[in-house]
């Protein structure tokens, strides 16, 4: 018979609920998160709501009259002149995100599925390797290409092919663009492909379905949540790119990096418009992300 050695309760004694006190709770994760939370705050947040504060100040447009209010920074925004610049760099976004999918999707198809496995991480660092290379010099590499006296036009006279100007116009600029971003669009459909439940590809052929209804019916809504995260990833990068559509580009090409460049670097600087500018591109990323998280990570099995 055992005895227990448990010392009884005395009546002013608290009841032990089993429960860790709720400062030693937070004291892990705090621990953990503090230092990049803080790295975060410094370095993103305060540089965000300085920016937000510039452009609530009130400043001179030339050749216009003064802004009476910081407010009218974003009402300036909507000029039709700048309007014009802001669905270019639209344009170029999606154009750029549509070439990178349209090619992206295949290559890493194969990769994922149809390339022998041990020749997949070769081909992955094919695809990496471009990204080692600063972008300022793979635009000039394509600027070598694309010039009229450049490569692609040596290559079509030596075959009796009449050459093509695409320097200095938008095909360019998406050309440029598609190449920079195509390696982040691959990487993420891969990981995706690669999760991809085969059995239920082998059942769709079993049943008789074709090969484009399975690809409609099995692998689209599996690899869903992968095309949305490397659509938005290349979105949100090109719409930001500032040296594609400058170097490729020309001066008809000007984007919204660039008018942003000009309100703080050019002759007539205007920094309350361009933080203007600054805060509503960042407001248009965080609500592409914030719907990303909410949408695009749903179960989507068939």
Known sequence: MSVSTKPPLSPNSPPDSGKTPLGQQWLGPVALLGPAGLWLVVLLVLPTLVIFEISLVPDIVPGMKVIPSGLDNYLLAFDPLYIKVIFRSLFFALGTTALCLLLGFPVAYWIAILAPSR???????????????????????????????????????????????????????????????????????????????????????????????TFWKITVPQTAPGIAAGSLLVFISSLGDFVDPELLGGTSSGTVARLIYNQFLGQSPNWGFGSALSTILILVVSVSIALLLKYGDRDTQP
């Not at 009229?148 to 100007?165: A, D, K, Q, R």
């Not at 993420?188 to 008789?208: P, V």
């Open 119 to 213: 020749w997949r991480n070769l081909l992955l660092m094919g695809f990496v390797l471009p990204l080692w290379t600063s972008s300022l010099l793979r635009a000039y590499a394509w600027v070598t290409i694309l010039r009229p006296t450049g490569v692609l036009n040596t290559v079509l006279g030596s075959i009796g092919l009449p050459g093509l100007e695409l320097i200095d116009r938008p095909s360019a600029v998406l050309i440029g663009m598609s190449y920079d971003f195509l390696p982040y669009m691959v990487l993420i459909l891969y990981s995706s492909l690669e999760k991809l439940d085969r059995q239920l590809l082998e059942a769709s052929a079993d049943l008789g379905a074709t090969p484009l209804e």
